[in-house]
């Protein structure tokens, strides 16, 4: 089965950065875009950004644009997301996730998610 495994998260305070990483397995990685996602508790998973398969094209919720920049390599299997910025509404667990679709922002078409991981900013 493929595996996503998201990690950089941590602690960090308001007005930090922090660079997430998710490492995908197998040898079709540049066939899906992939996208970012977070959930906070209590709350429903939100879309963050998500990248077209060549990484040409990307796409941002208005929360975090300006703020946070998706990226992909795809020699290395990998997607990132660099958050500048942070604030403490950014605190949730930031999920990756792929999709045989273009950039796109519905949950319920991505096939694939990985563990997430607990990003907490501070005041």
């Known amino acids: 089965q493929v595996q996503l495994v998201e990690s950089g998260g941590g602690l960090v305070q308001a007005g930090g950065s922090l660079r997430l990483s998710c490492a995908v397995s197998g040898r079709t990685f540049s066939w899906y875009a992939m996208g970012w996602f977070r959930q906070a508790p209590g709350k429903e998973r939100e879309f963050v950004a998500a990248i077209s398969r060549s990484g040409g094209t990307t796409d941002y919720a208005d929360s975090v644009k300006d703020r946070f920049t998706i990226s992909r390599d795809n020699v290395k299997n990998t997607v990132y997301l660099q958050m500048n910025s942070l604030k403490p509404e950014d605190t949730a667990v930031y999920y990756c996730?792929?999709?045989?679709?273009?950039?796109?922002?519905?949950?319920?078409?991505?096939?694939?998610w990985g563990q997430g991981t607990q990003v907490t900013v501070s005041l």
């Open positions: 996730a792929k999709t045989a679709l273009g950039p796109i922002r519905r949950v319920s078409e991505y096939s694939s």
